[in-house]
């Protein structure tokens, strides 16, 4: 906590000399409510008896107002606690509407890079979690003072088109295509690549697709009719679920347009001396110097560009335009080796921007017998929209014989679906489970959005009150969430830190937890009218806080639940 903070750095520098920062932690209740090993550390450096040191503090800080009682334990820990009182003056001086942002990132420029979904296919839950993690990473980087640019780069190039147009022709029609719109397309396109698997690389199919691929190359008509008409199918698709999930992005660029910007890109990295072109015309980036045995192939022998000739066309156009300070990945683990390689080639070229790939694991579902494997269906993955009307089911049958709008069903059943995705390390895998994405006891988005509706509850009932000044009361029944809301600000700096939303997420649920633990034993709207002015007002800044969490996750807190 800040205040306390500060008032021991400043002690320490009157009475040692020592510029430090020091750094309070949360021990057990019984034993304070805030612990520091900083007389250790200053014995270390002092050549002196911790417990010396701590003894001399701990006898300065009782003659300060701020702290209620000083203790010493074990080796040299100090610790104490704080007057509720003195707490609720720290929050009042510290909140405003933004509580927790801070300005860390200085206007310094970043682009985060999400959900970047792919043509040709149906919005899966493939593309949840970057969705999920890159619009948190958005958020907690715009709420820490960067200036942030969001980019959807799409892949939206290659070979679908002539498989599209081959496939179409062959198995679909017109009728088909507006009925059922991108499903249509996802068929036709699983349909044709297993008739071109079973026909060949040289068979009829496959040669068609080719043929439409060289027709759109050349600018033919027809052929720009059909990638237009598919290009807008998909686009539509795409923008209706990034509508449906809650995210955007300022830009679309995609890897079709960085495609063609391709070939100059190598032609710099064969001229500056980075890459080699073998006797079979394709380029490679050698990579050795970084500790990689496989080289990066950026260009085919046919010359056709690949994924890391329009990433590295995306870097350089990234340079050029935006200028930015940092740019954010946000793809899953798998293409973990591939970033590295990537980023690797990037400082070889002397590019200086900072790239950082924010990864994570794949959904797992639970199998009837208790395994574990990849999320996936009957028919081969799960589609986004069936994820999401199945969701809002639940989140009906949650609010079932309640007075709640659809608009609130939405926002529930984004919620949990969200806050599953943040319930650990991003890192690791996570387990779609439809129980607990809606435990309405447990960790869950219900949960937390049920306690900030509580809370919203009892504000709008009590609107109209006029409060009464409370400055003798002394918040000691408050105390917990006092302590609770002073964390909010730090948890903030560690979570951005990282770009690690899940401890938001569990801050969130242990603050809704502390809001439950407290109306157990606390009356606010029958108590007397002094006590009442004071708890209204310290709801107001936990909504706030609530609000300003959830926010950051891409989670909204519905009117009613
Ligand atoms: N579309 C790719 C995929 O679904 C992700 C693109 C990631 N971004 C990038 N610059 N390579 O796997």
């Given amino acids: 906590m800040n205040k306390a903070a500060q008032i021991i750095d400043q002690l320490i520098k009157t009475k040692f000399s020592q510029e430090v920062k020091v750094n309070l932690t949360r021990p057990k209740p019984e034993f304070g409510d805030f612990s520091t090993n ?82 040709a296919k149906p919005y899966s839950v493939g593309h949840l979690r970057p969705g999920n993690q890159g619009w948190a990473a958005r958020q907690l980087l715009d709420f820490t003072g960067w200036n942030v640019i969001t980019d959807n780069h799409i892949g939206d190039y290659g070979t ?128 050795e110097e970084y500790g990689f045995d496989v080289p990066l192939l950026v260009q085919k022998s046919n010359g056709a560009p690949l994924y890391a000739t329009t990433d590295l066309a995306t870097i350089l156009f990234r340079e050029e335009e935006f200028a930015p300070d940092k740019v954010v990945y946000v793809v899953g683990a798998e293409q973990q080796f591939y970033f590295s390689q990537l980023f690797a080639m990037s400082k070889k070229l002397g590019v200086k921007t900072d790239l950082y790939h924010l990864w994570f694991g794949v959904i797992d579902q639970l199998n009837a017998d ?63 489970d439809w129980n607990n994405i809606f435990a309405l006891t447990g960790f869950s988005g219900p949960y937390v959005q049920y306690a900030a509706v509580r809370i919203n509850n009892i504000l709008r009932k009590e609107a109209d009150f006029v409060p009464q000044d409370y400055k003798d009361y002394d918040f000691a029944s408050e105390k917990g969430i006092l302590l609770q809301l002073l964390e909010f600000p730090e948890i903030v700096s560690l979570a951005a830190r990282d770009l690690e939303p899940h401890k938001i997420a569990k ?55």
Avoid: C
């Avoid at 698709?237 to 995210?247: C, N, S, T, Y």
């Fill in 160 to 287: 679908p088109f002539g498989i599209w147009v081959a496939g179409f022709l062959t198995f679909s029609s017109e009728e088909k295509l507006s009925e059922r719109g991108i499903y249509e397309l996802g068929d036709v396109y699983i349909k044709t690549k297993a008739a071109i698997k079973e026909q060949g690389e040289d068979g009829r199919l496959a040669q068609t697709a080719q043929d439409w691929l060289l027709k759109l190359d050349r600018g033919d008509q027809e052929a720009l009719d059909f990638a237009n008409k598919f290009k807008e199918i998909s686009m539509n698709h795409i923008h209706g679920v990034m509508e449906r999930l809650k995210i955007s992005t300022d830009y679309e660029y995609g890897e079709a347009f960085f495609a063609p910007k391709g070939k100059a890109a190598v032609q710099k990295l064969l001229e500056s001396g980075v890459a080699a072109q073998n006797a079979d015309g394709s380029v490679i980036v050698p990579l």
């Fill in 370 to 432: 208790g395994t574990r494997e990849k999320m996936s269906s009957r028919r081969g993955v799960v589609l986004m929209e069936e994820l999401l009307d199945q969701a809002e089911e639940k989140a009906r049958q949650v609010v079932e014989g309640r007075d709640v709008s659809e608009g609130d069903v939405k926002k529930i059943a984004l919620g949990a679906i969200k806050f599953s995705d943040f319930a650990a390390d991003r890192r690791t895998n996570i387990l779609f």
């Fill in 38 to 119: 900083i007389a250790m550390q200053l014995a270390g450096k002092l050549g002196q008896n911790p417990r010396k040191i701590a003894e001399e503090l701990k006898s300065e800080l009782e003659n300060n107002a701020f702290f209620e009682s000083v203790e010493i334990a074990g080796p040299g820990f100090i610790n104490f606690r704080v007057a509720a009182r003195q707490l609720e003056e720290t929050l009042l001086q510290a909140f405003t509407a933004k509580y927790g942002s801070n300005n860390s990132g200085e206007g310094k420029t970043v682009i985060v890079e999400y959900p970047s979904p792919n043509f």
């Fill in 507 to 561: 801050y969130l649920y242990d603050l809704a937890r502390e809001m439950n633990r407290y109306y157990e034993k606390t009356r606010v709207s029958d108590s007397p009218i002094a006590e009442k002015s004071a708890r209204l007002d310290l709801l107001k800044k936990v909504a706030q806080t609530f609000e300003n969490g959830l926010n950051i996750l891409g989670i909204e807190v519905p009117e009613k639940m």
